[in-house]
């Protein structure tokens, strides 16, 4: 690996005396190795001034102590000393959606400031639906060809992409005490029980191993905590994952005829829905005391929705406890702290939503799932919930168009595997169930109710896991970063740019 001045003498000049700085991470295994490309190259740092100045630093994100690589070290001590931070370090993540937040998570334990970067992607892999939600599309050709003439249209895209603002978000997963987690090891490609240490998990993850329980000579994990970029669900859209890592392949064509198959298996198999396994969501808006006494606590929990029809709401429920009193007001309004985005306007006697039946529910952060599916969009004419009361109706909730960076999450029920499949080739399956700031929390019947399955199939950004006896999943805001949105027309716009450049 070396360092290369590639400056070339062009009839297009930029006109401006500023370098950008572009630091390059890349997953070589990414797209079936095909990533490998950028790392093959032979050079780790390179500078151009064609299309704009740039240098460009090339590091393998695998090598390295984690919190302690060399290229994020290397970002840290560039962003520490920018006074100007209109125009931003770039970091640009060459690989699938786990290679994003394997930058993120790198870039927060490396004590780097968020305000002075952006972050892109050039996509590798079989779904990419965070770099489809950005209109990113894969490079198919190699980027060093003709003198970096591919590459060089990469530059130019990120220089004139969108900035704009995501959420990332933090899912925690609770199990009972005597419960556990299994997940597909990558390397045997068999279910393994998930330990403090990540045993089970033999490649980099996006998750982190808290409290566990002593089992014998093992250290079974009953919480964990994942940092969540594009969705989370649970139901059977989970299950065909499972099935899927069992038998993933570096081929990114047969590993789509995989998953086809394992969809079309786990429609013929029974599967808990998790209608029958859920027992409520709710939101919780606790919120601290303005007054000189910090004993005083206000806890406010709404219910989103139930899965028993009969059950009574605990909405607005506020619990104020101070010592050893506790004055608890069930009024039903809805107060200005706790009213957010589709949160429904409880009935004149005081019934929560009901989930209707559902195979799958689907948190969204991106208006893209699975290859490209704008589900939430899809299925606006659509509700997942219903009211008790004739008083009410899903059209009276109010639903507005899916944002990335507005701090909201959208939820959407699909009522069977056939209708996640279908929804492919006939839009609008899905079903609009809430959206909300959160934090969320998703709670579980126990084992003396009368839920049929103690076993949830769960996927966060395609990281798919069971869980046995769960308790419930806290889905909470973790914080933003800002992203490269590529320009719908920027395709005309490159080839016109370097019309005068490329070689013969």
């Given amino acids: 690996m070396g360092s290369v001045d590639l400056s070339p003498g062009s009839s297009f000049r930029s006109g401006t005396s500023v370098t950008y700085t572009i630091f390059l991470f890349v997953n070589p295994t990414s ?38 690589k060399e290229g994020f070290i290397r970002v840290r001590e560039i962003t520490s000393n920018m006074t ?6 770039y970091i640009i993540a060459a690989g699938g959606d786990g290679t994003v937040m394997w930058c993120v998570d790198e870039l927060e334990k490396t004590d780097v400031d968020f305000d002075k970067l952006v972050i892109g992607v050039i996509p590798f892999g079989t779904g990419n639906d965070f770099s489809r939600a950005l209109n990113w599309m894969t490079v198919l050709d190699n980027p060093f060809d003709n003198g970096l003439y591919r590459f060089r249209q990469l530059i ?40 403090k240490q990540g045993r089970a998990n033999t490649r980099q993850s996006n998750h982190e191993f808290s409290k566990g329980v002593d089992r014998g000579s093992n250290t079974i994990a009953t919480e964990l905590t994942f940092r969540m970029s594009n969705y989370f669900s649970v139901g059977i859209e989970s299950r065909i994952g499972i099935g899927f890592d069992r038998y993933r392949t570096k081929n990114a064509f047969l590993n789509k005829m995989r998953y086809a198959l394992e969809g079309v298996k786990n429609t013929f198999r029974h599967t808990t829905p998790v209608y029958d396994i859920i027992d409520k969501c709710t939101v919780n808006t606790s919120n601290a005391n303005d007054d000189d006494d910090s004993s005083l606590v206000i806890s406010s929990e709404e219910v989103l929705f139930v899965t028993d029809r009969c ?41 929560s939503p009901t989930l209707m039946p559902c195979a799958s529910l689907i948190f969204i952060n991106i208006p893209s799932f699975a290859s490209g599916n704008d589900i939430w969009r899809y299925c606006k004419g659509n509700y997942g919930i219903r009211f008790k009361s004739r008083h009410d109706s899903a059209e ?14 959208e939820c959407v029920s ?60 806290d889905v909470s805001h973790s914080r933003k970063i800002r992203v490269l949105q590529a320009k719908t027309d920027r395709a005309l716009h490159s080839a016109t740019l370097f019309n005068n450049f490329r070689p013969n």
């Fill in 414 to 473: 699909f009522p069977s595997a056939v209708a996640i499949g279908l929804e492919i080739a006939i839009k609008g399956m899905g079903r609009r169930v809430f959206q909300n700031k959160g934090p969320v929390r998703l709670h579980f019947k126990q084992k003396n109710s009368l839920a049929t399955g103690r076993k949830v199939y769960f996927q966060v950004d395609g990281e798919f896991l069971i869980a046995y006896h769960p308790l419930y999943f």
């Fill in 396 to 409: 009276h909730v109010i639903f507005e168009q899916q944002k990335m960076g507005d701090e909201i999450i």
């Fill in 311 to 351: 059950a009574r709401s605990k909405s607005n429920s506020c619990a104020c406890s101070k010592g050893n009193e506790e004055f608890v007001d069930t009024h039903n309004s809805i107060s200005e702290h706790s009213q957010t985005l589709g949160h429904y306007q409880n009935s004149v006697d005081n019934i």
């Fill in 84 to 89: 100007d931070s209109s125009i931003p370090l």
């Fill in 31 to 68: 797209g079936g190795n095909k990533a490998s490309v950028f790392t093959k190259s032979g050079m780790d740092m390179f500078r151009i001034s064609n299309p704009v100045p740039a240098s460009v630093h090339i590091y393998d994100i695998r090598q390295g102590e984690t919190g302690k």
């Fill in 156 to 195: 130019n895209d990120w220089i004139n992409a969108d900035i704009i603002e995501h959420d990332i978000w933090s899912v925690k997963a609770v199990v009972d005490s005597y419960g556990c987690f299994y997940k597909v090891d990558s390397y045997s490609r068999k279910k393994k029980v998930v330990n």
